[in-house]
């Protein structure tokens, strides 16, 4: 008797623990937020879209040329559309012209690493500040004269902390499902790079956080309230992106208002997916409608396959 007690505790126990782990299993993200099924070297060939677009930007912007004018036949494509000299700082100028020099370091890397030929062909960027504009349009912020991320150092580190951010959540989301020793070592150099970048364009915000955003009355601090918002909505998968300054329960620990680095409830960095980065790039919300900075789209298989699969 005492053994078909023990027996059946037993088998209520394992139902009940079976039953827990179906829960547990069965929580998904939304189909809005699901990644698309992609190989090593399509998540590689994806991100080379970001890297060319930070390249492109950064060198641009700083010295007024692009990656093969500094390393030739890396890549070939059409030019960048509206790139223009930004009226940054020396100080600015010197970390973003750096960083989009280690850009074009990634590329090659990455080019190494997949054996790819060269040159690379590039996607069409469209970096002129009425696209920039755009991105305030989208929560509906009517800025009169149109924002122009090329103005000043201000309005240009917003453009700047994005083009880190993006590569930043793109290898934190990919980093598990890489493959291979050698391809694993790479991402996490990149990503540790990346977050770096996002830090210190990040902290440079920070440091101007009281300051007026010219021509507008809206300071630095409130602008990142209003591009946090911007890429939330466009990304479509909840809040991933945060302001400066957040309400005292969103802080780290529950305990400061300070949100140099925007970090979810434990302080980790957030993901990002390829369907939501090409949501925000675009300016449409739409991972299969090409717009903003990418007005044709993305190069390589994984962008083909979102297409073909018209996962927006």
Known sequence: M?????????L???????STMIKATIVLPSPLCRPVLASTKENFQFALNLHIYKAELFLRSTVGRGINDISPGLVDGPAPIGATLANIDDRTKKVVEESGLASIGHIRAIVDMLFLKTPLPVPQLDLSP??????FDAINLTLKPPFNTYANTNSFLFAAVYASDFL?????GI???IVGNPERELAAGIALYEAASYGVFRSLLNDRANLTVSPY??????GTNFTAQV?????????????LSVPLPLGAENRTTTNVIAADVNSLIYTRTAREILRIVFITGNATSPGGLFPHGFQGTLYQRILALKQN
């Not at 005492?2 to 037993?10: I, M, N, Q, S």
């Not at 209520?12 to 079976?18: E, G, R, V, W």
């Not at 009355?217 to 409130?222: A, L, R, Y």
């Open 2 to 10: 005492a053994t078909r007690l023990y027996l059946c505790v037993f």
């Open 217 to 222: 009355t809206f300071t630095v601090g409130n």
């Open 12 to 18: 209520l126990l394992l139902i009940a623990f079976q």
């Open 231 to 243: 890429a939330n909505q466009l990304g479509g998968c909840g809040l991933k992106d945060e302001g």
């Open 175 to 177: 980093m598990s499902s």
């Open 168 to 172: 930043k959540l793109f290898y934190a």
């Open 130 to 135: 009425q696209v920039y504009a755009k991105f």
